[in-house]
């Protein structure tokens, strides 16, 4: 079977800009992998870097050489073989199970043997700010979402006001806290009994990625999730006590096939998982709709944080995202 492969770069841009503790967004930079046997079409979509555009027009320029070289006669074992996990990885292995679903005249959900809910509740993302402004931005999307994850990473004492100030304007949702990476070990605590009494159910990627050896030190009694500390099974290895939960994310995981090994390997560890998503339209969110079918939190929001989104997206309605259509991906 000969397959033709294009690569391309797309920018979208957000609702509203897009602020964490590390980085200002306002567009996000997809890379969309399609590969066609001539009958079929299978997409897989992916964000190389959230704000380096040479990176994005690096990751795009080795796609094409190494589809050059080698996608004509390419599946998802031969892919993990050549290439190590890596967004990239990720656009070009959904883009197989895409095409392998519809080749099959079935969904990848049926090849998997994983039953999709109708729906899940979505988790809706409050950029750090200002507390004002994320009380504000809050309101808004506590309208549109089950679930609120709010970005802090900043100061102690600022952060501690931030999300008092947002559970006094929003009352009666799921709050989870994302710091990525921005506390120190000393912050943490400081900080966790302020969580804990604001009614925070769990706190994303705390301390720096290699300096969160001793987070079980801590001794929080909110429950801790690894995101920029997990990438895949090698980096389970790693991963020091005090977490319970992983965030994984199918730019890290370098596709859907690392991802489904990476849940097995996490459960056989007492490992809970959320499944999360990078900046990218509804392709990208498909597959991680499906793994997010058993998770512990959908985090699958970012096409709804889009100004447009693709012709034929997923839907977001009441609080909660919907199967994706059998016209979008993998079925």
């Known amino acids: ?171 009666d949702k799921i709050f989870i806290v994302d710091a990525n990476e921005g506390w120190s070990l000393a912050g943490l605590s400081q900080i966790a009994p302020v969580l804990a009494a604001n009614g925070v159910a769990m706190i994303e990627q705390p301390l720096k990625r290699n300096a969160d050896f001793h987070i079980a030190d801590a001794k929080v009694s909110v429950s801790l999730c690894a995101d920029e500390s997990i990438t895949d099974r090698q980096s389970l290895k790693r991963l020091p006590k005090g977490y319970d939960t992983i965030n994984i994310k199918l730019d890290k995981t370098g596709g859907l096939t690392e991802a489904l090994a990476l849940i097995s390997a996490a459960r056989d560890r007492g490992l809970d998982y959320m499944v999360g998503s990078n900046g990218g339209t509804s392709i990208a969110a498909a597959p991680a709709y499906l793994l997010a079918a058993n998770a512990r939190f959908a985090d699958i929001d970012s096409p709804m944080m889009l100004a447009d989104d693709i012709a034929g997206g997923m839907q977001f309605a009441e609080g909660h995202v919907f199967a994706p259509t059998s016209a979008l991906w993998g079925a």
């Open 1 to 171: 079977m000969n397959l033709s492969w294009t690569i391309e770069v797309e920018r979208w841009a957000y609702r509203r800009p897009f602020t964490i503790a590390r980085t200002r967004l306002t567009h996000a930079a997809n890379l969309r992998a399609t590969v066609t046997d001539g009958t079929f079409v299978g997409r897989g979509e992916c964000e190389p870097h959230e704000s380096d555009m040479q990176i994005v027009e690096h990751t795009e320029s080795h796609g094409r050489e190494f589809l050059r070289d080698h996608g004509s006669r390419l599946d998802r074992q031969r892919l993990a073989a050549l290439m190590p996990c890596s967004p990239l990885r990720n656009a070009i292995d959904c883009a197989l199970w895409d095409l392998e679903a519809k080749q099959n005249q079935t969904s990848v959900a049926a090849l998997l043997d994983i039953e999709l809910p109708p729906s899940l509740p979505i988790t809706g993302t409050v950029s750090l700010g200002p507390a004002a402004n994320m009380v504000d931005e809050a309101i808004s999307v506590s309208a549109e979402s089950s679930i609120i994850k709010i970005k802090l990473g900043g100061l102690i004492d600022e952060d501690a006001r931030r999300i008092e100030a947002v559970r006094a304007a929003v009352s």
